[in-house]
């Protein structure tokens, strides 16, 4: 094909769209058959008109190579994508030779007894062995992901990363993307590791100009694209995502597409979770494609894709460091499941329930209701009955009535609390009055704000602590909890508080009174007793309760295929462990990927009947 070949315009200009996540492909008029064959390759349909294109950031990174074909030499460039594209190749040639590399270390490693004078003379933070290992991996490659476990100590080592960024003058200042319960660590750490402590800001209305270290999170950043574009403009900067999980949806999710709009402004990206992939494959590959936009995502795809998951944890390893359980050097935890038949009349009303042909209606909105009632259920039917009040808790009678047989199961549902106890409820007393008769507190976990009000009139006697979403006083109920020795036990749910607090120092005993679907939370919510700081000898209990032949069987299987998923990828037998618990001998009586949507479509498909009519 012939070009004019004196041309005034570039024959290709690449760029960034507004939102950053996009890229512009514009050609010249003498190029139009190879423009088109170009995004053909690269992304086929993204064509905007004759001689443009938007293709996703993602796919134009993983087709950049198809540049090469491009019949002309004038082809200008937006710096800011170029630079994006020379880190991101840069990344993925390092980590390539550290994987093909047969020695511990390739020629670019960092040695670990280097990283003290990286950090430059301002960092006064102690580093552990394994956090000085850590560091001097994520320094290696421009940006990075730590994956290691709550506890490890994962604030301070991307805080020592910005400070060896700082000492080389390629970052100034430092946004953190993280969950509000995330604050208090940040602002600590920041306040000890440095001799002059960082000016450290929460941003509320906007961002603080000055400030050296920024923390938003996540619920905020949507609606503050533009605002923090600026401030991650207005000089070189790093972007930390903590609980980095929290974006696993990518650009389909509020918060990862913030976050992916977001990242190609800074100079260094590193995301921290300690549960990179809590339902599989994709989680992770969202979160690597904020780290490596283009490379992240195919990486994960070829790794994974063949199924063969110890050579997918070969493949993935160079591209993140991890801290282990067994690095930490904690005492081991007991996990046990504890199964309870559900009484008569309890699995009469979760039968019905479980028959209700809507929850088989395929709508995935209908099905996501269907799972949060059977999985109160499970628990108590009555949970799902209107009270007075939003959280009213169930009302048990000390001596049961009998039950009638010419009540409808609908009345029965709402009045079950005079009829029948919830094994769950029942196991959970004796549970913690065991406990607590060894001076031993329990931190209690429920999904459900109405069953954390029903525990805590249930255990009165233990002058419980209460923290869920609505509670005013969250603060006051922990102090009360660590502090004073007559409360011997925290009721909460994973969503509020299974993330962002320590309690391993005050109680080693955990139970749970139901699970949902979500690995990653519940991981999280583990790691509130067992984490770095224990003392030796320490015996962390962890008791999960389940009623048999219901959801809560369901959930089970799945937590531990995903727990499975994740160890396998992270090479982590402490991870898959936690999916087989050993069932425990009992003397008494939300969040779902497709594969839990089957498995719950199964349950539900295998309703039983009965001659009452299933309550509305």
Not at 379 to 401: D, F, I, M, N
Request: include cysteine; glycine fraction near 8%; charge should be negative.
């Amino acid at each position: 094909m012939t070009h004019a070949s004196q041309a005034i315009e570039p024959s290709l200009r690449l760029a960034f769209d507004v939102t950053r996540t996009r890229v512009v492909l514009r050609a010249e008029a003498g190029f139009r058959e190879d423009f088109v064959a170009l995004v053909g390759r690269i992304a086929a349909g993204s064509q905007t008109g004759q001689l443009s294109a938007e293709v996703d950031l993602d796919d134009f990174l993983a087709g950049v190579g198809e540049l090469a074909a491009w019949p002309d030499a004038d082809v200008v460039w937006d710096k800011a994508l170029a630079g994006l594209v020379n880190d991101v190749l840069d990344d993925a040639d390092t980590a390539e030779r550290r994987l093909a590399s047969q020695e511990p270390g390739v020629a670019d490693e960092i040695a670990a007894g280097e990283v003290a004078a990286l950090l430059g003379p301002e960092w006064a933070g102690d580093l552990t062995a394994f956090q000085r290992r850590d560091i001097a991996r994520l320094l290696t490659l421009r940006h990075g992901a730590n994956f290691s476990v709550p506890g490890a100590g994962k604030t301070r080592v991307g805080l020592a990363v910005f400070a060896a960024m700082r000492e080389r003058g390629e970052a100034q200042r430092l946004l953190v993307i993280g969950p509000k319960s995330a604050y208090e660590s940040w602002r600590f750490e920041a306040g000890i590791c440095f001799l002059q402590p960082l000016r450290t800001s929460v941003m509320d209305a906007g961002p603080d100009p000055s400030a050296e270290i920024l923390i938003v999170n996540y619920e905020r950043i949507g609606r503050a694209v533009a605002a923090l574009s600026a401030w991650l403009r207005a000089a070189p900067a790093m972007i930390i995502l903590d609980e980095a999980h929290r974006m696993k949806l990518g650009s389909s999710g509020a918060y990862g597409a913030a976050c992916l709009a977001l990242g190609p402004l800074a100079s260094r990206r590193l995301i921290l979770t300690g549960t990179p992939a809590p339902n599989g494959a994709r989680d992770l590959e969202s979160l690597l494609s904020f780290v490596w936009p283009g490379h992240g995502k195919r990486v994960v795809a070829d790794a994974v894709g063949g199924g063969n998951l110890a050579h997918a944890s070969s493949v993935l390893r160079p591209l993140f460091t991890r801290t282990t359980k067994g690095e930490l050097g904690l005492p081991p935890v007991s996990t046990k499941i504890r199964y309870v038949d559900l009484p008569p009349l309890h699995r009469e009303i979760y039968e019905a329930l479980k028959g209700n042909p809507s929850a088989r209606s395929g709508d995935l909105e209908a099905l996501g209701k269907a799972m949060l009632r059977m999985l109160m259920a499970a628990t108590s039917p009555a949970l799902l009955a209107e009270g007075s009040t939003r959280y009213e808790p169930l009302a048990y009678r000390v001596e049961p009535l009998p039950v009638s047989s010419e009540e409808s199961l609908g009345t029965l549902l709402r009045n079950l609390p005079e009829y029948e106890v919830s094994p769950k409820y029942k196991e959970a007393v004796q549970v913690v009055a065991e406990n607590a008769s060894h001076k031993r507190k329990t931190l209690v976990w429920s999904t459900f704000v109405r069953s954390i009000t029903t525990l805590e009139v249930l255990l009165e006697p233990f002058r419980p602590a209460v923290v869920h979403g609505g509670t005013p006083d969250r603060d006051e109920q922990i102090r009360r909890f660590r502090e004073d020795p007559e409360c011997m036990v925290l009721i909460s749910n994973p969503a509020t508080l299974g993330e962002g607090i320590s309690l391993h120092h005050e109680c080693h005993d955990a139970l749970y009174v139901d699970r949902d679907f979500m690995a990653g939370r519940f991981l999280q919510s583990l790691d509130r007793i067992h984490r770095l700081g224990l003392a030796p000898g320490t015996e962390t209990r962890v008791t999960v309760l389940a009623a048999r032949n219901t959801v809560d069987e369901i959930v089970a299987l799945r937590l531990s295929e995903k727990l499975e998923f994740m160890g396998a990828i992270l090479d982590d037998p402490s991870v898959r462990q936690l999916g087989d618990l050993q069932e425990d001998e009992v003397t008494t009586a939300g969040g779902m990927d497709a594969a839990d949507i089957r498995a719950l479509l199964s349950h539900l498909a295998g309703a039983g009947t009965d001659g009452r009519k299933a309550p509305g």
